[in-house]
């Protein structure tokens, strides 16, 4: 395998290459910009519909309480958590090719946090009367029951947004600092100077500054699966035959990790591309983030398996009608299709001709990240179609247009805040890049010679 | 007598550190070892060698965070609870401590976070003006060192810094 970066990269050089991608991004970028912008209006043209109208235009109904919404909150919840995986694990176990690629993690966890943010208010569906569902003392009799997974997905979200922000500000610093050194005049200038702080990288800054990082990271960690753990409560609480089921919080926590790399493949590639950071996004770096990609995969089927397995031969004869009903009735080519993108599919990311081949990898991490919306489906829509009781059965109910709209509009935010903050903020960690070019180049000078090299 | 600040800027971390153990060792009027500041475009943990251990409080800041925010969530909600009778519960625990638990943990994150972040910005002395010797040369490939003494010190220093190589030399008057 080839080197995550050259050594001989002059730092000078990395300043110029981070800061060219905040003015002159290929035409691409603009692209993009304009095709999220037109996914926002249809999303927008939705959702003031569904307004205006009534939640009735999503077709929901009785048996189907929740649907697309809530399956497309779970899977923007779950994107987010890459972002930690990469930047706070991986950070802790010292592996520096991260640090070409963490930054834009990070800001894909704070992006798709956001985006997740806005499904619970969409699904509300009476938006002026959204500050009934804040947990706080009040006489409208709609007391915040503490104890409820609902409940505590507000907090644990808001708890993961917040600190999300702060990691990657914290993290951004220095960065700002090299931006407010080198653009001379404009808003950009005031921007970087103000949220630089005046950093000038002293040796008491650093210090302080690397202790802060560790312990924000080793906080990061816990919270991140304890958020997707308490997404994963909401379901495995309840009564409902197929949620239920004990090994939901890591199923869960794993189909997030998941879902999240293949995006952080996926925006590897696009970035690569818009911003020309060929030097920085290298392909024994994608390399490495592909094998995690498959280890993650694997161990999302296994708990997938597990949690079948444990329907199966379990004694809830509901729960094991209703997987029988996922794999055969009228989910089955969406459940067959989730199992293929899901399992099948990263098997070839095995193969190592695939693990650098970036158009295929494109495709393939798109794909496997429909397999992971199609598993947030398949875990709300047939549970509500084949409930426990037969007169709440409703097979044939499927999500309006209004609601496919919104989902679809979602995907345009997201990118939408992403290529900004892309565009106005360093996606590259300059400073980090530094550290492993200099750390690099060190080992190599102290690598001790051997036999053949005189 | 009046102090002198100067900026020595070097291409080498190896030199700027010989350039530092030399300032310690040298006996310079006016001049305190503690005093100096080195500044680089990446961290340099390594300069401890030579400019001594110098303590960080922010996992103070974390500690205390932390607790008071789980302490806080804690109590607002098993008040809350407490308080209000007429939530109907059934025989159950009215403070039921397994699920407060979940929220406790939430915001012993939230709190540990945000005091860390509070710790950080006191410990480093941020926000802060910069300073009037501060080369935008720091924030790219170029280490700084800052140092102040006596008017009498300025030659000793320059000759140290020169000896190792120094790109530049900046000279302001103390305040």
């Not at chain 1, 390399?287 to 809830?316: C, P, Q």
């Not at chain 1, 293929?340 to 190592?352: E, N, Q, V």
Request: charged share 15%; glycine share 6%.
């Amino acid at each position: 395998m080839g080197k995550d970066i050259r050594e001989d990269i002059a730092w000078a050089q990395i300043n110029k290459d981070v800061l060219k991608s905040l003015e002159s991004p290929r035409r691409m970028y603009w692209v993009i910009l304009f095709i999220a912008i037109a996914m926002i209006g249809v999303a927008v043209g939705c959702e003031i519909y569904q307004y205006t109208t009534g939640m009735g235009v999503a077709n929901k109904n009785n048996s189907h309480v929740w649907s697309l919404y809530i399956a497309t909150f779970i899977f923007w919840i779950g994107m987010s958590h890459s972002g930690t995986l990469l930047s706070a694990i991986l950070h802790l176990m010292h592996a520096d090719w991260r640090k070409p690629i963490y930054r834009f993690a990070e800001a894909m966890t704070t992006f798709s946090l956001m985006t997740a943010g806005l499904f619970v208010l969409v699904h509300l569906g009476r938006l002026w009367m959204v500050y009934y569902v804040m947990p706080y003392p009040n006489e409208r009799w709609v007391w915040p029951n503490f104890q409820s997974p609902l409940v505590w997905d507000m907090f644990a979200i808001a708890t993961y947004l917040s600190s999300s922000v702060l990691f990657l500000y914290v993290g951004m610093i220095p960065d700002l600092a090299i931006c407010r050194d080198n653009i001379h005049a404009g808003w950009r200038k005031k921007l970087y100077t103000v949220m630089s702080l005046g950093w000038e990288g002293t040796d008491r800054q650093w210090r302080n500054f690397r202790i802060t990082y560790l312990t924000i990271a080793c906080f990061l960690i816990p919270l991140a699966v304890s958020v997707h753990s308490i997404v994963a409560s909401d379901f495995a609480m309840s009564n409902m035959p197929g949620w239920h089921v004990t090994s939901f919080p890591p199923y869960f926590v794993a189909g997030a990790l998941y879902s999240g790399c293949a995006a952080i493949i996926t925006l590897f590639i696009i970035l690569r591309y818009v911003f020309k950071f060929e030097e920085y996004m290298t392909l024994p770096i994608m390399k490495k983030l592909v094998r995690l990609t498959f280890a993650i995969a694997m161990v999302w089927t296994y708990l997938n398996l597990i949690e079948f397995a444990s329907v199966w031969y379990g004694h809830d004869q509901t729960a094991k009608d209703q997987l029988i009903f996922k794999a055969t009735g009228p989910y089955a080519p969406y459940f067959w299709a989730m199992i293929f993108f899901g399992s099948i599919l990263p098997l070839m990311l095995a193969f190592k001709r695939f693990q650098t081949h970036l158009p295929i990898l494109f495709v393939v991490s798109i794909l496997l990240n429909v397999g992971m919306w199609l598993e947030r489906w398949m875990i709300i829509s047939p549970s509500f179609a084949h409930g426990h009781y037969p007169w709440t059965w409703d097979h044939d109910q499927w999500p309006s247009l209004v609601q496919w709209g919104i989902v679809f509009g979602s995907f345009g935010w997201f990118t939408l805040l992403f290529m900004v903050f892309c565009k106005v903020f360093p996606s590259v960690s300059m400073y980090e890049v530094k550290e492993m070019v200099y750390h690099r180049s060190l080992a190599l000078k102290h690598k001790p010679a051997v036999k053949g090299d005189y | 007598m009046s102090q002198r600040h100067l900026l020595a800027l070097f291409n080498d971390f190896d030199e700027a550190v010989a350039a530092i153990a030399e300032l310690r060792g040298a006996n310079i009027k006016g001049f305190d070892i503690d005093d100096l500041i080195l500044k680089s475009p990446i961290e340099h943990p390594e300069v401890e060698k030579v400019l001594g251990d110098k303590p960080v409080n922010v996992q103070w800041f974390t500690l205390i965070g932390a607790c008071m925010g789980g302490l806080l969530a804690f109590f607002l909600v098993a008040s809350a609870q407490a308080n209000f009778f007429s939530q109907i519960k059934g025989g159950k625990p009215i403070v039921p401590l397994p699920p407060d638990f979940v929220l406790t943990y939430e915001m012993f994150i939230l709190g540990g976070v945000f005091i860390t972040i509070l710790g950080f910005l006191i410990c480093a002395g941020l926000p802060a003006k910069r300073s009037p010797l501060y080369s935008a040369k720091v924030s790219e490939d170029q280490i700084g060192i800052l140092v102040q003494g006596d008017e009498s010190a300025v030659a000793i220093f320059k000759t140290i810094f020169t000896k190792h190589k120094a790109l530049e030399i900046q000279e302001e008057a103390g305040k």
